[in-house]
């Protein structure tokens, strides 16, 4: 998702050769990706982040990387062990093989859940400390592994020198949206049962907030950061305002054409949903200063684009 917008972005500003590596464990290739590779500046490795000296090789003769492969909250509730191993030692492997290999700078995604979740409310600057009292183990973890990716950044620069920016992704959503995300099946989840004639679910009120952020203006992000001369800092990149789930809910139902009412119910006993106790949004005035970079796709817009995705998708597969 983040990764091939990227790539495709590199392109668009004339990267010489734009190598992907990727274990294509969570997706496999589909059209997106297969026109990526048929451009003759696209080189594809199929290799994980756990294989130090195949990194290696991947890294050789590279001038910057985009550390993005991770596992989110429901993955590692799914398969701790792994989770924590690729989220942990994948990063350091990444880190060391930029080292190896010189390469000039690294952008780590990081995320929001370095924050953590609960007690926090208003606006949240990159000064925030982690929150993890009475959060769910899956989340917590997720957020813990972030914050130590980032210190192993931190820890690379002071020891070798490793130009490196940790970008904190609020939820990503839009085009090849996957189910991973838990944030993110608000959107995904209400359009498909929309889709099918259903309500969207809603646990709660719905007042609970969420600070969603446009897959392209990612994308976009990772190249300022790549092109800018910051360097050692960790960066909000969000969409900057709050959000109900109620009003997601609703916007999804009318841009999809539907007319139903969102359905509520008490929050499940089994699982997880990430909720927090006030309003809140991600201060991403930072991104502005240090890279010069802001939101442009509103909640709006997006969906809509992520809609007619879906839609394609669909009538692809029919």
């Known amino acids: 998702m983040i990764g091939t917008r990227t790539a495709a972005l590199l392109l668009e500003a004339g990267a010489k050769e734009v190598v992907l590596y990727d274990n294509l464990s969570f997706d496999a290739p589909d059209a997106t990706l297969r026109d990526l ?79 953590g979740y609960g007690a926090i409310g208003g606006s949240i600057s990159e000064s925030e400390p982690f929150h993890s009292a009475g959060v769910p183990a899956p989340p917590a973890l997720y957020g813990a592994s972030k914050v130590i990716g980032e210190q192993l950044c931190k820890l690379y620069r002071e020891m070798h020198g490793l130009d490196y920016l940790a970008l904190r992704y609020s939820t990503v959503y839009g085009e090849r949206q996957h189910y991973r995300s838990t944030n993110a099946l608000y959107i995904i989840e209400a359009y498909d049962r929309v889709a099918r004639g259903l309500s969207p679910i809603l646990f709660g009120d719905g007042s609970d907030t969420k600070d969603f952020v446009y897959v392209g203006d990612v994308a976009r992000s990772n190249l300022l950061a790549m092109a800018s001369t910051a360097s050692g800092e960790a960066i909000n990149i969000s969409g900057g305002k709050p959000l109900t789930v109620k009003a997601l809910a609703e916007t999804v139902i009318r841009l999809a054409g539907g007319t139903m009412q969102p359905e509520y119910r008490d929050t499940p006993t089994s699982g997880f949903r990430i909720t927090t106790d006030a309003p809140f949004f991600y201060d991403n005035s930072r991104a502005r200063t240090l890279i010069g970079w802001e939101p442009e796709v509103d909640i709006e817009e997006g969906i809509a684009r992520m809609i007619t995705w879906r839609k394609s998708v669909t009538a692809q597969t029919a």
Do not use: T, W
């Open 37 to 115: 590779c048929e451009n003759q500046r696209v080189s594809l490795h199929q290799g994980d982040v756990l294989d130090q000296p195949a990194l290696e090789a991947a890294c050789e003769g590279i001038d910057g990387v985009f550390a993005l492969a991770g596992f989110m909250s429901a993955g590692i509730a799914k398969n701790p062990a792994l989770g924590l191993d690729v989220n942990i030692r994948g990063a350091q492997h990444v880190l060391q093989a930029c080292h190896v290999c010189n390469v000039g700078k690294l952008v780590f995604a990081s995320s929001s859940a370095a924050y």
